[in-house]
């Protein structure tokens, strides 16, 4: 578990990284292969009417002619651009690699061929079975008592394997120059509390399938025990019910809690911590804790539990966690429970597909620094960068207007606007990943040892100042995030390829697109969350208790709107924990927009093109980043767990509470007049 970063849509962060040596400037257009269309008009459904549905109008006909394929739970834009760019860019890479004969170990060709070899490699994975990870399931088996137990999985965390509790190192909140040790919540299988107490008959048929599931994994691995399945539900069970929910972890102040570390002793007696942290490889004097409460309930929780239920347990928390990289039968069923119950996946990717994915994955920083010396331009920093001041300046006089804001606040808001700072393409130095020890036919220790080494990198920062260049995003992922604690924003190089920034494209379509993403990331500094941080990155609050009160009442307005929005039968948007991504999608494409305008003052206004006014064309642009096709299995899940509103309301729910979409479009008399906000 590392720290939060506010993602731009829903993904896993991968923090790897390579090599400290400068970058070289050996660079290719990303995208002068082909040239993208602007927008594609075959996309637009013209039965359907924009004021009522703008996602079914501007992506309907691209909707009835993408099914999601079987190997997919969602296919859209971000899919799509991520899937060729690992298809072609990285398997191009890769290929490359693989033509160089004997890589000298710990060189990024070593690193990367060698771990894609002992994926594929299924002879000697078959062969090897489980026992790359039996030592460790015997030293589950040989504890003593409930404290040896725990005290040992401070080893086992190195490693990936999960437990109630989880350790990590980050920037402190109040103190946002240096590192501290913070502890929160985990080791759920189902990732997310909803999952246990939902009584849906959904959830019902999922929390089954889960039993049976756990009862085949430890049946295949041969591991004696009396129905693992149940036991393992039960005891997630009791721990998801003494857990915060997904929403209150969003409330930066509430779980922060510094605590002196022997204090830890008093508030959970029943585990030793000492040992715990000693084998984790942490020696702390404090501690920031998410909640002391769920510490004091785990404690009378694992006091209450038989010692062969905490074993099964942790047991079941390390076999789940390599069954990927197992024999063929274990991935298959992780498969099956993971990825066609969960979310709806009809057929597991070919090998060489994941593969690929698991490379680039666990590697990916070394595969990122070849991946941008490939295909990134350095002329895209600047263009980005000129983009970035554009909507910095809009925001500024956006503030200098707000009528619910006083003026000592705004005063503020435009110091810590000011302060930004913001990273695009692909981090300044690289790490050094050459002492990874990676074979070509040693697939769980290849895993084992990335994650030590991660595991290390991570832990050598307590107690040091954050170094500020670290990125927490590798520079070939989709995606673009906002980190609080550094004040910056972040744009990896992959999110800069059409539909997102289209060189080729009217402006109005990349004001849309790219200029909104830079919008929603910046306006994350002032949502809920993000706005009781301070210019410097530390959580200490700059409002006054009337703009609070206004601030408060306006996300209220947001938070009951999208709570009311049904997506599939029984399941609503979760409106409190979508706040802060409905207000940045708002604030950014208002900020997109008005950053358009801004661009034409004092010229002529464009021609439309195919029809389309540019203010029109800018909320096409929106539209399609967001175009996305999901199976209903995994459209539950994101509104159960993720903080994302999913795709087709952050086109029909967003467009509709700005005035400049119903002007754009002339819609008239439609229920969201009533409901317009304007925050930001
Ligand atoms: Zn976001």
């Not at 965390?157 to 989880?166: I, N």
């Not at 203010?615 to 096709?629: E, P, S, T």
Request: aromatic share 12%.
């Amino acid at each position: 578990m590392k720290k939060l970063l506010v993602f731009l849509m829903i993904t896993l962060p991968v923090t790897t990284a390579l090599l400290t040596t400068s970058c070289n400037n050996n660079t290719k257009p990303m995208n002068a292969e082909t040239k993208v269309p602007a927008f594609d008009l075959s996309t637009i459904d013209s039965t359907v009417k924009p004021c009522d549905d703008f996602d079914g109008y501007a992506n309907g006909n691209w909707k009835k002619h993408n099914p999601i394929p079987s190997t997919e739970g969602s296919w859209g834009s971000f899919d799509i651009l991520d899937k060729e760019t690992r298809e072609v860019k990285i398997k191009g890479i890769i290929k490359e690699l693989l033509t160089q004969e004997n890589p000298q170990k710990g060189s990024e060709a070593q690193l990367i061929t060698g771990y894609y070899r002992s994926y594929l490699d299924t002879v000697t994975i078959a062969k090897r079975g489980i026992t790359p990870i039996v030592p460790m399931s015997d030293k589950i088996v040989a504890a003593h008592n409930v404290a040896e137990l725990v005290s040992f999985t401070g080893e086992l965390a190195k490693y990936m394997v999960d437990g109630p509790f989880s350790v990590y190192v980050g920037a402190d909140d109040r103190n946002s120059t240096m590192n501290a040790i913070f502890m929160g919540q985990s080791g759920l299988s189902l990732n997310d509390r909803n999952y246990y107490e939902n009584k849906d008959s959904a959830m019902v048929k999922i929390r089954a399938e889960f039993v049976k599931h756990v009862d085949k994994m430890f049946s295949m691995a041969g591991w004696q025990v009396a129905d693992p399945g149940k036991t393992i539900l039960d005891f997630e069970t009791k721990l998801a019910l003494i857990q915060l929910k997904n929403f209150e972890l969003r409330d930066p102040v509430k779980i922060y809690n510094k605590i002196p570390f022997a204090e830890l002793k008093k508030i959970a007696p029943g585990i030793n911590w000492g040992d715990y942290y000693k084998n984790y490889g942490l020696n702390a004097d404090t501690v920031i804790v998410q909640d002391k409460n769920y510490l004091k309930s785990l404690n009378q929780l694992v006091g209450a539990t038989p010692l062969d239920v905490m074993k099964t347990y942790y047991r079941w928390q390390l076999l789940s966690t390599y069954a990927n990289l197992l024999p063929s039968e274990f991935n298959k069923e992780t498969f099956h429970f993971f990825s066609t119950v969960m979310y709806g996946v009809k057929e597991q990717r070919p090998r060489e597909e994941r593969a690929i994915m698991s490379v680039n994955r666990r590697l990916g920083m070394p595969l990122g620094k070849l991946f941008v010396a490939k295909y990134f331009p350095e002329s895209s920093k600047k263009k980005v960068s000129d983009m970035i001041e554009n909507v910095r300046s809009v925001y500024s006089s956006r503030i200098d207007n707000l009528a619910w804001m006083s003026a000592p606040t705004k005063e503020k808001a435009k110091k810590k606007l000011a302060a930004f700072t913001w990273k695009i393409g692909y981090p300044d130095k690289w790490k050094d990943y050459s002492s990874i020890d990676i074979q070509a036919d040693k697939l769980i220790e290849n895993s084992m040892n990335i994650a030590l080494w991660d595991h290390q990198d991570m832990i050598s920062k307590a107690g040091k100042p954050v170094d500020k260049s670290e990125w927490g995003m590798s520079p070939q992922t989709i995606n673009a995030y906002n980190n609080p604690t550094n004040n910056e924003i972040v744009f990896p190089a992959a999110i800069l390829q059409p539909p997102f920034f289209n060189p080729d494209a009217d402006d109005a379509i990349n004001y849309g697109a790219i200029i909104g993403v830079i919008g929603h990331e910046m306006t994350h500094g002032f949502d809920d969350q993000g706005a009781q941080y301070d210019g410097t990155g530390n959580l200490s609050n700059w409002w006054t208790p009337e703009d609070t009160k206004n601030f408060t009442a306006l996300g209220k307005k947001m938070e009951d709107y999208f709570s009311s929005i049904e997506v599939t039968k029984g399941f609503h948007i979760d409106g409190k924990l979508t706040l802060g991504e409905n207000i940045a999608d708002l604030g950014g494409l208002t900020l997109g927009y008005y950053a358009l305008e801004k661009s034409l003052e004092g010229k002529k206004k464009p021609d439309p093109i195919d029809g389309f006014t540019y203010q029109q064309r800018f909320f096409l642009g929106w539209a399609q980043v967001w175009r996305d096709n999901m199976t209903n299995e995994s459209l539950i899940n994101q509104v159960q767990t993720n903080e994302h509103t999913p795709a087709r309301w952050r086109i029909n729910a967003t467009l509709p509470l700005m005035k400049e979409f119903a002007d754009a479009f002339g819609c008239k008399g439609t229920a969201a007049e009533s409901q317009r906000i304007v925050i930001w």
